[in-house]
C-alpha cells in the first residue's frame, strides 16, 4: 500500500471520528470502502494521491459494478456509496493541500433507476373497494369510505386519517386535505367517495363516536377514537385479501392509482400535480412514464409493424 495514500486515509479516517463525530457503523463502513479502493490503486501502481486521474475514479467505478477476483460486484445503492467516501477523501486531499485539484468532480454517483409506480387496473381496485369489511357492520359503512376517499382523491393516508368533518362539503363536493408542510389544497369528492361518505356519517360513525372524546375526526376506529395509519392499511390489506388479489397493497398503491387512471383517461399533469399536492409538476411526470410503457404495449402487440418475428 502506498504510505501516502494510506497515511492519508488514515488522516481522512481520524478527522470523520474526532471532528465528523460518525457513527461507529458509518465509520466501518468508510472503512471498508476506501480499503477497495486503495487496493484499485495499489494495483494501478498508484502511490501518490496526486498521480490519481478523473480516469481512475471513473475505471474504479467501473470495477465496483463489475467486481473482480477478489471483491464481489455491487449494486447501484452500494456503489453509489463507495464513490462518496471516495468523493469525501479526495476533497479532504484537497483541503490538507496534498492534491491541488480534485479529481472526483466529475464522476457523479450512479444514481438507481427510476422506480415507476405500481397502479392497479381499474376492476382490481374495483374488487377492493367492493370487498370493504363485512357487508352491514358499521365498520363496514367507514372502511368503504375510507377507501372510497383514498381513491376517489388520490389522498396520503395521513390526510385521510386526518380529516375532520369540517373538512368535508358533501353539497359541494369537495374535500379539504392537508399535505405535507401545513399546506393544504382542495379536491373535488367523486360521486362514489361522497354516497359513501355519506352514507357512514348519516348511519355509522354516530354510532362509533365516544361521548368521552367527542373527537372531530371523520374515520374513528371501535372506540371512538380518530383511526390510525396502521389501522387504516389493515383496512386495505384485508380488504384486498377477501379481493383475492395477490399483489401487495398499500395505501400508496391507490394513490398511484388514482393518478395513473386520471392520466389514461387524458387528464393534464398539471391538474393531477394540483390533485396530489405536490410542489412540482416533475414529482408527478413519473406517473406519465407508467401510461407510456402502456402505450408501448399496446403498440408492440397492436400494430402490424410494430417488431419483427
Known amino acids: 500500500m502506498s504510505e501516502d495514500v494510506g497515511r492519508g486515509v488514515h488522516d481522512y479516517l481520524s478527522h470523520l471520528t474526532v471532528e465528523r463525530g460518525l457513527a461507529d457503523n458509518t465509520l466501518r463502513s468508510y472503512r471498508r470502502d476506501l480499503r477497495r479502493y486503495l487496493d484499485f490503486l495499489v494495483g494501478r501502481g498508484i ?42 477523501l479526495h476533497k479532504f486531499f484537497l483541503r490538507e493541500q496534498l492534491v491541488t485539484t480534485d479529481v472526483t468532480t466529475a464522476v457523479k454517483p450512479p444514481r438507481p433507476a427510476s422506480r415507476l409506480p405500481k397502479a392497479l387496473p381499474l376492476n382490481d381496485v374495483e374488487a377492493i373497494l367492493d370487498a370493504a369489511g363485512a357487508p352491514g357492520t358499521t365498520l363496514s359503512a367507514r372502511d368503504r369510505a375510507l377507501l ?3 381513491y376517489g382523491t388520490g389522498a396520503r393516508i395521513s390526510e385521510a386519517v386526518g380529516l375532520d368533518v369540517d373538512d368535508l362539503d358533501l353539497e359541494e363536493s369537495t374535500i379539504l386535505l392537508r399535505g405535507k408542510g401545513g399546506k393544504q389544497r382542495i379536491v373535488p369528492l367523486g360521486s362514489y367517495a361522497k354516497a359513501s361518505l355519506a352514507d357512514y356519517l348519516s348511519a355509522s360513525r354516530p354510532a362509533l363516536v365516544s361521548v368521552r372524546t367527542q373527537t372531530p375526526a371523520v374515520f374513528l376506529n371501535a372506540r371512538g377514537g380518530r383511526l390510525s395509519r396502521q389501522s387504516a392499511w389493515t383496512v386495505l390489506t384485508k380488504a384486498a385479501e377477501r379481493a383475492g388479489l395477490t399483489v401487495d397493497v398499500s ?59
Open 47 to 88: 502511490t501518490d494521491p496526486r498521480a490519481v486521474t478523473e480516469n481512475d475514479i471513473a475505471a474504479f467505478l467501473g470495477s465496483l459494478r463489475t467486481g473482480d477476483d477478489d471483491h464481489a460486484a455491487l449494486g447501484t445503492a452500494s456503489a453509489a456509496r463507495t464513490i462518496v467516501a471516495v468523493r469525501g
Open 148 to 150: 372510497e376517499v383514498l
Open 251 to 309: 395505501p400508496h398503491t391507490l394513490r398511484h392509482s388514482f393518478a395513473t387512471h386520471l392520466l389514461d383517461g387524458g387528464a393534464d399533469v398539471r391538474v393531477v400535480q394540483e390533485l396530489l399536492g405536490h410542489a412540482s409538476v416533475t414529482t408527478t411526470q413519473i406517473y406519465t412514464l407508467v401510461t407510456v410503457e402502456k402505450l408501448r404495449e399496446i403498440y408492440a402487440t397492436a400494430h402490424p409493424r410494430a417488431a419483427r418475428d
